[in-house]
């Protein structure tokens, strides 16, 4: 994304990778650079310090989520931030505590049943929490 953006680097710094549920690591230096969300709202942006990877994580797939279901008709209407359909989706940007709150504002609206729940964010509505539509592909 660096390249494609054309970001200039603020800074490099070392940083011990490591994925889930291993001990092993490696240290590596990374840049950092500044990028400039842009909201739903075109007047709102929200700034954040990256790191650049070269990997985030393999595609997530099977996140499709029926909104048509009866415990989810409360989410029907909201403008998510992202769709939920059956294509597989890249992620380009992880977005950590650190910065999540700076796009959280508003309402969280509850489906209590099965615990999906919607945050009102800059980016739209972001749905989170355990989904329980049948509409999962199951291996």
């Known amino acids: 994304m660096k390249k494609r953006l054309n970001l200039e680097p603020l800074r490099k710094e070392l940083i011990l990778l490591k994925r889930f549920a291993s001990d092993e690591g490696i240290l590596k230096e990374l840049e950092i650079v500044q990028i400039c969300v842009?909201?739903?709202m075109k007047s709102v942006h929200t700034y954040i310090e990256a790191l650049c990877i070269p990997f985030i994580c393999s595609p997530i797939t099977n996140q499709t989520i029926d909104l048509s279901e009866p415990?989810?008709?409360h989410f029907?209407?909201?403008e998510l931030a992202d769709e939920y359909?059956?294509?597989?989706?890249s992620v380009e940007i992880l977005?950590?505590?650190d910065y999540f709150y700076n796009f959280i504002y508003?309402?969280?609206?509850?489906?209590?049943?099965?615990?999906l729940v919607?945050?009102?964010s800059t980016l739209?509505?972001?749905?989170?929490?355990?989904?329980?539509?049948?509409?999962?592909?199951?291996?």
Do not use: F, V, W
């Open 38 to 40: 842009k909201g739903k």
């Open 71 to 73: 415990h989810n008709q």
């Open 76 to 78: 029907l209407n909201l």
């Open 85 to 89: 359909n059956t294509q597989d989706k």
């Open 95 to 97: 977005i950590g505590l």
């Open 106 to 115: 508003g309402r969280t609206i509850r489906n209590t049943p099965n615990m």
């Open 118 to 120: 919607a945050l009102e």
């Open 124 to 139: 739209g509505y972001i749905l989170c929490g355990k989904n329980t539509s049948q509409s999962y592909k199951r291996y």
